[in-house]
């Protein structure tokens, strides 16, 4: 749990620091910083010559910095944070099958465009996007993958006019890490579901 911790906090603040200078630069419209919990959920790989790959369940962190430039539509900044499991199954050269974990951190940077209305109660919006993932394996091992990004919900506001609840899925689609290694490779796309609960505070 330390280890999230030292690279949650440095995310906040650098969140934080973006909007401070954001709000030197030009007035704000709506913006809002959100902080929250995800649960990721990746798609398994079965290829024809037998190799299977999946992904252990993980918990997350997630945080976002969003504007709204109109009333109707934005743009959205992501960091997200998790940590869990790439696991490789295939039958090996001489007979028999071979398991391999390769435990990894794995960090989100992505931005969306935002469709999101104002005018109800629940706020609904729609944000299409992408950006990259990084997967810090262990040990040494280490890979960049491009991402494109699907999110749907809505924000619930509070008496408090600043402070709100997001409630939403979100969906990443890239191809599958092998961590440099072709023997392990299956060369294919998965999708991770990340259902998502965070707290925002719009300025």
């Not at 992501?78 to 869990?84: M, P």
């Not at 924000?155 to 006019?161: A, Y």
């Not at 890490?177 to 965070?198: D, E, K, L, M, Y």
């Amino acid at each position: 749990m330390r280890h999230i911790l030292y690279r949650i906090v440095p995310a906040v603040l650098a969140l934080s620091a973006t909007v401070s200078m954001n709000g030197q630069i030009y007035k704000l419209h709506r913006a809002d910083i959100a902080v929250g919990g995800t649960g990721n959920f990746t798609t398994t790989l079965t290829t024809p010559n037998g190799n299977r790959q999946y992904t252990t369940d993980s918990a997350g962190f997630l945080g976002s910095l969003r504007e709204h430039p109109v009333a109707w539509a934005g743009v959205e900044l992501n960091y997200g944070y998790t940590h869990l499991s790439e696991r490789y199954v295939y039958p090996g050269a001489v007979g028999g099958i071979f398991h391999e974990s390769i435990p990894a951190g794995v960090h989100e940077a992505t931005g969306a465009y935002m469709f999101h209305p104002h005018f109800l109660h629940l706020q609904p919006f729609l944000n299409i996007g992408g950006g990259g993932l990084y997967f810090n394996g262990v040990p040494n091992t280490s890979q960049w993958r491009t991402t494109g990004l699907i999110e749907t919900g809505f924000d619930v506001p509070t008496k408090n006019k600043h402070i709100g609840f997001r409630v939403q899925g979100r969906t990443l689609v890239y191809r599958a890490p092998n961590f440099g290694t072709s023997g392990i490779a299956s060369r294919s796309w998965v999708a991770t579901t990340q259902p998502s609960v965070s707290v925002y505070y719009r300025f």
